[in-house]
């Protein structure tokens, strides 16, 4: 009997059919499933080696690998995210011009190291930068540092545990704005405010992260168009409040501004539901009950109980 390769000579994987398994393996949530990306990349490279031209792995296969790696939340994922990109390079070396790393390749391994976890991921991202703009200056196409990237190292240093995190996170962000080829975005802002958000330490310490929260989300208002969700930079900043209110005499002055910009909010119409439960975890009882009383839902506001204008520019995240 025949078998069915036999049967159907002409139908057999090739490039394409192999990159959807490897698009659905990043896109999965089992926890082996970087791996198992991995190993069908293998495969594709092992059946190139032997002859089959049709299964020739590219670009495009080479950093789905990665972006499962930066997805993934087991231990030494970025490392593994690296040492594909390395692969990618040693493939260029022997003559495949097909796997040449481009941008989005270094950006994937860029944020496997900002969500390692790891010490070193802050100078991990940076290196990575460096390299591209080496790469970049030498004539090499397609690597160039976009505001994806970027925003992974500002990911990185909010992750970090140094103290004076939100100091160097807007430090990043006031080079970028010199940058003419750089658009921030609201997941720039709002990653400035992660920064200043979880900031540990001294009174002065907390003292300068709030004023740099307050500088962002003036900055973020000011620049936003119809494009960015600026409800969440406005989420991050409540939160960032909350966090910072460790003592009653911060917490007479914070709430004084907790006031004013959730009113700011509600005139640009960024509320949605999950500002509504940061800005009451920033409130006391009585400024919450002064700011969403009126409402008869109170103390449980939902978004269906506000204002229609409080939530008209929310951009919503696309499914």
């Avoid at 950093?63 to 990109?85: C, D, H, M, P, Q």
């Avoid at 500002?275 to 009585?286: D, I, T, Y």
């Avoid at 978004?303 to 939530?311: L, S």
Wanted: proline share 3%.
């Amino acid at each position: 009997m025949q078998s069915l390769t036999e049967q159907y000579p002409d139908i057999c994987p090739d490039t394409f059919s192999f990159a959807s398994v490897l698009n659905a393996l990043a896109n999965s949530p089992e926890a082996r499933a970087a791996e198992e990306a991995e190993q069908v990349l293998k495969l594709m490279e092992k059946l190139y080696e032997e002859g089959n031209k049709n299964v020739a792995p590219n670009t495009v296969c080479f950093a789905t690998v990665i972006k499962a790696y930066s997805r993934s939340k087991e231990v030494g994922s970025a490392e593994k995210a690296e040492s594909i990109l390395k692969w990618m390079f040693a493939q260029m070396e022997e003559g495949n011009k097909n796997v040449k790393p481009n941008t989005i390749s270094f950006t994937s391994v860029c944020d496997a190291w900002s969500k390692s976890g790891q010490s070193k991921a802050v100078k991990k991202v940076e290196e990575l930068i460096l390299w591209m703009e080496t790469l970049s200056a030498s004539g090499f196409e397609g690597v160039s540092a976009n505001v994806y990237t970027y925003n992974t190292l500002i990911t990185a240093i909010a992750r970090s545990k140094d103290p004076n995190k939100a100091t160097q996170a807007f430090e990043v962000l006031t080079k970028l704005k010199e940058k003419p080829d750089i658009q921030l975005n609201s997941f720039s802002y709002s990653s400035v405010m992660n920064a200043c958000s979880f900031t540990h330490g001294t009174p002065s310490v907390r003292n300068t992260a709030l004023r740099t929260a307050i500088i962002v989300l003036e900055e973020a208002v000011v620049t936003a168009d119809s494009k960015d969700r600026l409800n969440i930079v406005y989420g991050a900043f409540f939160q960032t409040c909350a966090n910072l209110m460790q003592k009653e005499s911060d917490k007479v002055r914070i709430e004084r501004i907790v006031e004013a910009v959730f009113r700011q909010c509600c005139d640009n119409g960024q509320v949605d539901g999950m500002l509504l439960g940061q800005v009451q975890r920033a409130c006391s009882k009585q400024l919450y009950l002064r700011l969403l009383g009126n409402f008869p839902s109170f103390p449980n506001v939902k978004i269906q109980d506000v204002p229609a204008e409080w939530q008209q520019h929310v951009r919503r995240r696309r499914r």
